[in-house]
Structure formats: structure tokens, C-alpha cells
């Protein structure tokens, strides 16, 4: 099992800035991809960016620019750092994980408990 644990969400002016931060641990083989959601009310949860085992990001084209995902393999922690927010940019934020909890077993989907980021204009 793979527990997640969300930092640095809040409130703050557009043009402001946040880092979230995802810490995870427990029990698992490897983690392979490790990334940030987003739900605004009445909208679906959508992509924000993640970083697959290889190392490759992906953006979501409203945030390309502004945000930079980071990820710390020793310490299984991925870093999304937001610069130039807009009240758009709202919404709770969620930490995704893909991990194998054991050898060649299935990829499992992994998520924090949310972190609301409110951005007033």
C-alpha cells in the first residue's frame, strides 16, 4: 500500500505564487509515475502534470509556463511549483501515484487526500 501525504495548498492573489508537495510511503515495490490532478467545482478532475518512470512531463496546456513539476526519487516526493496563478487555476489539487507494490504486478493508481488552492483576483 502506498499512502500519500499533501502539502502547501491555500489562498493567495493572482500573480501569486504556491508549491504543493506529495510525500510518498508505505510498502511498495516501485513508483513509476508521480504527478497533480485538479477538480474545480462542477468541472471533471483533469491533468495538471506528471512525470512517468522515464522522465518525461507532461503540462496541461493552461498551466504550460507557469508550472513546474519536480520529483525527488529518494525521497518519493513530487514537487509542483505554480508562479503566475490565475483565479482559474482554482480547484482542489490531488497527488497521483502509479506504484507496483510488488515484482511485475499490476500498476496501481494512488491518491492524496486533496489540497485546495483558491486563487482571488
Known amino acids: 500500500q502506498v499512502q500519500l501525504v499533501e502539502s502547501g495548498g491555500g489562498l493567495v492573489q493572482a500573480g501569486g505564487s504556491l508549491r504543493l508537495s506529495c510525500a510518498a510511503s508505505?510498502?511498495?515495490?516501485?513508483?513509476?509515475?508521480m504527478g497533480w490532478y485538479r477538480q474545480a467545482p462542477g468541472k471533471e478532475r483533469e491533468l495538471v502534470a506528471n512525470?512517468?518512470?522515464?522522465?518525461?512531463?507532461r503540462y496541461a496546456d493552461s498551466v504550460k509556463g507557469r508550472f513546474t513539476l519536480s520529483r525527488d526519487n529518494a525521497k518519493n516526493t513530487v514537487y509542483l511549483q505554480m508562479n503566475s496563478l490565475k483565479p482559474e487555476d482554482t480547484a482542489v489539487y490531488y497527488c497521483?501515484?502509479?506504484?507496483?507494490?510488488?515484482?511485475?504486478?499490476?500498476?496501481?493508481?494512488?491518491w492524496g487526500q486533496g489540497t485546495q488552492v483558491t486563487v482571488s483576483s
Open positions: 497521483n501515484v502509479v506504484a507496483l507494490t510488488i515484482r511485475a504486478g499490476p500498476k496501481i493508481n494512488y
Open positions: 508505505g510498502s511498495f515495490f516501485s513508483i513509476n509515475d
Open positions: 512525470i512517468i518512470s522515464g522522465g518525461t512531463t
